[in-house]
């Protein structure tokens, strides 16, 4: 069955640096997100992207952050400047058209020291 | 804006009990409302929807949800608990952007259900 794909799955960097979160969706879908789960706390709606630009972001997904398709199989979160609150477990999705079921990656535990 | 609230934050059933996890729903247009699970380590995985058809869903390992609009619940059930169900579970509406069909999905706080032997 088809899945979503996050690399890596634990990524420990320190404060200040910058980290890239790989995703690669499943392959016919065309929308895609980016959730996250700070510990203890709900799943937050970062940003959704479509037909190669943002549709929607929330107030989390501030300048320091940014999205990318690369090469037509690879969605990317990219924090510029990591802080200590951005530890958290980032959730990439996609999904196929209009039709709401999103796709869920295993996710990418972050660890900002 | 669509909110959902999960009623209580952790379960615990004896196996071969009923589950009942408590979902409520607040919600502007006719809502598009899921359970989610997530095992340890792994991803977010759909065990059902409900999308304005029949208002008594049937998942995936036996799970069922009931939308009711007159209480605003889509509380999820399963007869008789398996060990293999322990786990997180999220009950999530979706928020249509009337800009785009790229809507995002709210997520309630979770349910974490635990099974005795």
């Known amino acids: 069955e088809p899945e979503v794909t996050q690399t890596p799955s634990h990524q420990v960097t320190q404060m200040g640096q910058e980290v890239i979160l790989r995703c690669v969706p499943i392959s016919n879908h065309l929308y895609f997100y980016w959730y996250r789960q700070i510990l203890g706390q709900k799943v937050e709606f970062l940003v959704s992207?479509?037909?190669?630009?943002?549709?929607?972001k929330s107030e989390i997904f501030d300048d320091q952050f940014s999205v990318e398709r690369p090469d037509g199989s690879n969605f990317t979160l990219k924090i510029r400047s990591t802080k200590l609150e951005d530890s958290a477990m980032y959730f990439c999705?996609?999904?196929?058209?209009?039709?709401?079921?999103?796709?869920f990656g295993a996710g990418t535990r972050l660890s900002v020291l | 804006a669509q909110s959902v609230t999960q009623l209580d934050s952790h379960v615990s059933v004896s196996e071969g009990t009923p589950v009942l996890l408590r979902c409520n729903y607040s919600s502007s247009y006719s809502p598009s409302l899921f359970w989610y699970v997530q095992h340890p380590n792994k991803g977010l995985q759909l065990l059902l929807k409900y999308t304005s058809a029949a208002t008594l869903v049937k998942g995936i390992n036996g799970f069922e949800a009931e939308f009711k609009k007159s209480e605003t619940s889509f509380h999820l059930t399963k007869p008789s608990a398996h060990m293999s169900d322990a786990a997180e579970y999220f009950c999530v509406v979706s928020d249509p952007n009337r800009h785009s069909s790229a809507s995002k999905i709210i997520f309630g706080s979770g349910t974490r259900l635990s099974i005795r032997p």
């Open positions: 992207f479509y037909n190669n630009e943002i549709s929607e």
């Open positions: 999705a996609s999904k196929a058209g209009s039709g709401n079921i999103q796709y």
